[in-house]
């Protein structure tokens, strides 16, 4: 650090010695000189101290303006393009890999396009208020009556309604007259008195024994019997030979199995084999109501090497109805 203030202070020293050296001094003159020397050293020490402050807080404060800005250059010249960046991924593909994948054509179209990344439909609105009714307009003309459409399909039947109430019994009527007595099965001239030749038995009384008819004569040997067998209405086998099982397909209609294994030469048709079918004919329901007649009738369905297959059908003369019943079945070599 320079100090500015030299060239003062020297030039004051030589003043004050210039000063005294004309003047007699002694000792004491000496000592205070001596004194004024120290004084004025230490005042010149001082003053120069406090400029070369002044001085570094001026170069200070210089150094703290900043820099007036000059004027703006020239624009420089445009860099190179950068690389292009990636593709983005479509809004369709849900997976990432930039392949129309078949779960991502959302609406089946074919294409994988923006289309696909559509929502799901929103919730339908609100209603709005009805608006006022507008003024009827004049009834148009008829139009012509349409071709008729063909007819639909009739509907199911109802569920049966429920039963009612049982009515209250009526008052009895009054007694019928009585009917004449029937006849007895031995009263043969129907006069309802034991006549001596009605008692056939001559046993003394006239009573059904007296019904019974003559033996009848023995019956043939039958031969070249197959199959036989009775069978209930459940399709139950109750006895017989060689009937081996017996299906009820359905009301009426019986599917009877037939062991061949005692035929020793099979004929050329399933249906050169004679069956003989029994059956009540006539019946009664139950409670003494009207009277029925059954009939019965075969078809063979079908032959192996070993088993032949017979349908029996049963109905109801009257109506033509298919109905379950007991029979009897016999099968025959051709």
């Given at each position: 650090?320079?100090?500015?203030?030299?060239?003062?202070?020297?030039?004051?020293?030589?003043?004050?010695?210039?000063?005294?050296?004309?003047?007699?001094?002694?000792?004491?003159?000496?000592?205070?000189?001596?004194?004024?020397?120290?004084?004025?050293?230490?005042?010149?020490?001082?003053?120069?101290?406090?400029?070369?402050?002044?001085?570094?807080?001026?170069?200070?404060a210089e150094?703290?303006?900043?820099?007036?800005?000059?004027?703006?250059?020239?624009?420089?010249?445009?860099?190179?393009?950068?690389?292009?960046?990636?593709?983005?991924?479509?809004?369709?593909?849900?997976?990432?890999?930039?392949?129309?994948?078949?779960?991502?054509?959302?609406n089946a179209?074919?294409?994988?396009?923006?289309?696909?990344?559509?929502?799901?439909?929103?919730?339908?609105?609100?209603?709005?208020?009805?608006?006022?009714?507008?003024?009827?307009?004049?009834?148009?003309?008829?139009?012509?009556?349409?071709?008729?459409?063909?007819?639909?399909?009739?509907?199911?039947?109802?569920?049966?309604?429920?039963?009612?109430?049982?009515?209250?019994?009526?008052?009895?009527?009054?007694?019928?007259?009585?009917?004449?007595?029937?006849?007895?099965?031995?009263?043969?001239?129907?006069?309802?008195?034991?006549?001596?030749?009605?008692?056939?038995?001559?046993?003394?009384?006239?009573?059904?024994?007296?019904?019974?008819?003559?033996?009848?004569?023995?019956?043939?040997d039958l031969?070249?019997?197959?199959?036989?067998?009775?069978?209930?209405?459940?399709?139950?086998?109750?006895?017989?030979?060689?009937?081996?099982?017996?299906?009820?397909?359905?009301?009426?209609?019986?599917?009877?199995?037939?062991?061949?294994?005692?035929?020793?030469?099979?004929?050329?048709?399933?249906?050169?084999?004679?069956?003989?079918?029994?059956?009540?004919?006539?019946?009664?329901?139950?409670?003494?109501?009207?009277?029925?007649?059954?009939?019965?009738?075969?078809?063979?369905?079908?032959?192996?090497?070993?088993?032949?297959?017979?349908?029996?059908?049963?109905?109801?003369?009257?109506?033509?109805?298919?109905?379950?019943?007991?029979?009897?079945?016999?099968?025959?070599?051709?």
């Amino acid at each position: 650090m320079k100090l500015r203030s030299t060239p003062i202070v020297g030039c004051m020293t030589l003043a004050m010695s210039l000063f005294l050296a004309d003047l007699k001094i002694d000792c004491k003159d000496v000592a205070a000189a001596g004194l004024m020397d120290a004084m004025w050293f230490g005042a010149a020490v001082a003053v120069n101290q406090q400029a070369n402050n002044t001085a570094t807080a001026g170069a200070q404060a210089e150094q703290d303006v900043p820099p007036v800005p000059g004027p703006q250059g020239e624009q420089g010249v445009p860099g190179d393009p950068g690389t292009a960046g990636a593709d983005g991924i479509s809004c369709w593909d849900l997976n990432a890999n930039g392949i129309g994948d078949l779960e991502e054509d959302i609406n089946a179209d074919g294409q994988y396009n923006a289309l696909d990344c559509q929502g799901a439909a929103g919730a339908n609105g609100a209603d709005g208020a009805n608006g006022t009714d507008g003024v009827d307009g004049e009834d148009g003309k008829d139009g012509k009556d349409g071709v008729d459409g063909e007819d639909g399909q009739d509907g199911t039947d109802g569920t049966d309604g429920v039963d009612g109430k049982d009515g209250k019994d009526g008052v009895d009527g009054d007694n019928g007259e009585n009917g004449a007595n029937g006849l007895s099965c031995w009263d043969l001239n129907g006069n309802g008195v034991g006549d001596p030749a009605e008692d056939l038995n001559d046993d003394g009384n006239f009573d059904a024994l007296d019904c019974q008819g003559a033996d009848g004569a023995d019956g043939a040997d039958l031969t070249g019997v197959i199959a036989r067998g009775v069978i209930l209405a459940n399709a139950t086998i109750e006895s017989g030979e060689a009937i081996t099982s017996v299906t009820l397909e359905q009301p009426g209609s019986y599917l009877v199995s037939v062991s061949l294994a005692e035929v020793d030469q099979l004929p050329a048709s399933a249906n050169d084999f004679p069956v003989l079918l029994s059956i009540q004919a006539i019946y009664s329901q139950p409670g003494g109501g009207e009277i029925g007649l059954l009939v019965a009738h075969y078809e063979t369905v079908s032959m192996t090497t070993d088993t032949l297959t017979v349908r029996v059908i049963v109905r109801d003369l009257q109506s033509g109805v298919w109905v379950n019943a007991d029979f009897s079945i016999l099968v025959l070599e051709p």
